[in-house]
């Protein structure tokens, strides 16, 4: 039996990433019921092209598709761009991948499920969407409650989504008897249903990884032999605290059953969609399959090299731009890379394989980003060091992470904001 090595959890946060993530599916939004009134009729403006269907989404065609009609249960790949009733811009694909979805899924708001299914691929549109069909009346980023969006969307694609591998039968946890569980200071349970001889993970190694996850009950959460294995870097939270701290217990080809208490899994809250609820223990058995060196840690910089402003943002031009100034409206297109004080990279917009749009001004990213991005070009490659103030904002005295945050940019492209005659 191996021995336990005590790791305290080491909690860091992820919520800027997230925001960015945010941005890339702002158009989907919360999930949240189609509405199904049972009623077909529309209300038709022949000359307009305009349809305001029964549940008062208004579907306007401009380009009409050559392609396949869009059918629910379909993946749709589309570009598109949001816009408030002001006209003030959102979010937008044009200049990065379009965005794909299974169509009817509820995993839209509900305008675009019920607008793209009237189009065909190839099809143009613009779908003005009633605050009960988008995001109601809450605040959404930077989208005010009660809102009506517009957005402008080009079906690109239609394509049946393929038929699902049939996963594995479902099972219930490797039985253990209670008594076998080692536990350790922090209330992590772990046994050893299989020893391997391989190489131990250190914190800011990356390690891939097959699990199974099932709550108390043996509700199965989750099955990687569906999924394919998975990749994160030890240190970081990626996961959860208390995947951090049994990874580091284990060598490449060990197989362990951990119990998770609630504060080293979705603590009081569980998740957001309710699937794993508040105070849950969970199980996991992992199987550690291999280790990778760390992502590189930021460019050295010399303190005096930095910009220091009045607000504490220190900033460092890696590459100079084009000398197109970006302002307050505008939308850049980069990537990102951002790392915590210690050096370990939190997250990267390039493991997706899709840069970040941003309307720089509405604090999307926390007004650091904002003011940071006042200050380079189009094009450039820049550095940012940001005070938790700078990353969270208002949030700041409530961030689990006290320390500092290095961020490095390359700006791909500039939207110019349009300008009022």
Same mark, same amino acid.
Request: charged share 20%.
């Given at each position: 039996m191996k021995q336990q090595t005590k790791n305290a959890p080491n @909690?860091?946060?992820?919520?800027?990433?997230?925001?960015? &993530? *945010?941005l890339l599916v702002a158009a989907c939004g919360p999930a949240t019921p189609q509405p199904n009134d049972g009623e077909t009729s529309d209300a038709v403006n022949v000359e307009s092209g305009s349809r305001v269907t029964a549940s008062g989404l208004e579907y306007v065609e401009v380009e009409a598709g050559t392609g396949v009609q869009a059918q629910p249960g379909d993946q749709v790949t589309v570009h598109y761009t949001g816009t408030l009733e002001d006209g003030t811009e959102f979010d937008s694909s044009i200049g990065s991948d379009p965005f794909s979805?299974?169509?009817?899924?509820?995993?839209?708001? $509900? /305008? @675009? +499920? %019920?607008?793209i299914a009237l189009m065909r691929a190839g099809g143009k549109a613009q779908l003005i969407i009633p605050p009960d069909l988008a995001y109601g009346p809450n605040d959404y980023g930077p989208i005010p409650g009660g809102s009506t969006l517009y957005f402008d969307v080009e079906l690109v694609s239609v394509a049946p989504v393929p038929t699902p591998v049939p996963p594995p039968t479902a099972v219930p946890p490797t039985s253990v008897d209670p008594d076998d569980y080692i536990v350790?200071?922090?209330?992590?349970?772990?046994?050893? &249903?299989?020893?391997?001889?391989?190489?131990?993970?250190?914190? /800011? %190694?990356?390690?891939?990884v097959h699990f199974v996850g099932w709550l108390e009950d043996g509700t199965l959460l989750g099955d990687s032999r569906v999924t394919g294995p998975i990749e994160f870097t030890v240190g970081t939270e990626e996961i959860l605290p208390g995947w951090d701290e049994a990874v580091?217990?284990?060598?490449? /080809?060990?197989?362990?059953?951990?119990?998770? $208490?609630?504060?080293?899994g979705l603590g009081e809250e569980g998740s957001a969609d309710g699937f794993i609820p508040p105070n849950a223990i969970l199980i996991f058995e992992i199987e550690l399959l291999s280790i990778s060196p760390p992502p590189p840690p930021p460019i050295s910089v010399d %303190?005096?090299?930095?910009?220091?402003? +009045?607000?504490?943002?220190?900033?460092?031009?890696?590459?100079?731009?084009? /000398?197109?100034?970006?302002?307050? *409206?505008?939308?850049?297109?980069?990537?990102?890379k951002m790392w915590d004080e210690e050096g370990i990279q939190l997250q990267s917009s390039y493991d997706f394989g899709q840069p970040i749009p941003l309307v720089v001004g509405l604090e999307q990213a926390g007004p650091g980003w904002d003011e940071a991005l006042l200050l380079l070009d189009n094009l450039s490659i820049a550095q940012f060091v940001l005070t938790p103030e700078l990353a969270f904002g208002d949030q700041a005295a409530n961030a689990p992470d006290e320390g500092n945050l290095t961020v490095e940019v390359e700006i791909l492209g500039l939207e110019k904001a349009e300008t009022e005659e």
């Open positions: @909690w860091r946060t992820l919520l800027l990433a997230a925001l960015l &993530l *945010g979805f299974v169509l009817g899924q509820g995993r839209v708001i $509900p /305008g @675009w +499920d %019920e607008g350790t200071d922090s209330g992590l349970q772990y046994y050893f &249903l299989a020893e391997g001889d391989g190489e131990t993970p250190e914190d /800011g %190694e990356v390690v891939t580091l217990l284990m060598q490449v /080809g060990d197989n362990v059953q951990i119990v998770l $208490p609630p504060e080293l %303190e005096a090299d930095y910009t220091v402003t +009045d607000s504490g943002l220190k900033l460092f031009v890696i590459t100079p731009g084009t /000398g197109e100034e970006i302002a307050v *409206g505008d939308t850049v297109t980069l990537h990102y």
